[in-house]
């Protein structure tokens, strides 16, 4: 299967206002970031998390905010995305976001648009740390999501592309969302007519992606515990 990934660049025009039209969000009306209480979740990412094509309901994002509040969830979702971002525009726009909204996770999807234009790995995986080391310097949880590139960029660059998000969260110890794009990637169907971007029937498989990682960082220590530990003692044999 051959990953397909958004190659939109960014408007650099909104590089300059983003960071203050971030601080003015909690305020705008109908945003997934509204004032009420909640530990908050921030999604850092590109066009993929952005609902790039579709309307932003629909977008996995939006999807996330709803299955949140259908299970009980307290936590409301801050979606600090753009179309075409790098790991590099994450990085100049993460300390305002994290400044308006002190969240207590934050979701890092980036990296695509890197491996997209061909930059340097060893600057990526540089950025990605810095993002990292940011968001707990705030006092934040990190999710790692996985990014892959079309395999016409080389063996060589491609799998070392693949393999800096795993080397990252094994160095920083934070966990690895696998490929986002997992079943939807290489699939014509559920893939816009641009050839790049997943349209809305995708959004929900991806959704299911991110919540398999998501979920259980977001129950309290004990209850996520608890499963692993029930695991254990059902493989213990019985006294005989």
Do not use: C
Request: aromatic share 6%.
């Amino acid at each position: 299967m051959s990953p397909i990934l958004p190659a939109k660049t960014m408007n650099t025009t909104h590089s300059r206002w983003f960071s203050l039209w971030l601080l003015a969000l909690v305020n705008l009306p109908g945003s997934l970031a509204h004032s009420s209480e909640g530990p908050v979740i921030l999604i850092l990412g590109d066009s993929l998390s952005a609902a790039y094509g579709i309307p932003v309901e629909q977008g996995w994002v939006s999807l996330l905010q709803r299955r949140l509040a259908e299970r009980g969830f307290p936590h409301r979702v801050v979606n600090a995305s753009i179309s075409g971002d790098t790991t590099s525009g994450g990085l100049s726009r993460l300390p305002a976001a994290l400044q308006a909204h002190h969240p207590a996770l934050v979701l890092l999807e980036l990296g695509a648009n890197d491996g997209l234009r061909g930059q340097s790995l060893n600057l990526m995986a540089d950025n990605l740390g810095r993002l990292i080391e940011l968001s707990r310097q705030a006092g934040a949880r990190v999710l790692l999501a996985e990014m892959r590139i079309p395999p016409n960029y080389g063996p060589l660059y491609t799998q070392k592309f693949q393999a800096t998000f795993a080397s990252i969260a094994e160095r920083y110890d934070v966990p690895l969302l696998p490929f986002l794009l997992d079943g939807v990637a290489g699939n014509p169907a559920l893939i816009q007519d641009d050839g790049l971007h997943p349209h809305a029937g995708a959004q929900p498989r991806i959704l299911d992606n991110v919540w398999r990682v998501l979920e259980p960082l977001l129950r309290p220590a004990t209850d996520a515990a608890a499963p692993a530990a029930d695991a254990t003692r059902s493989a213990v044999p019985a006294p005989g």
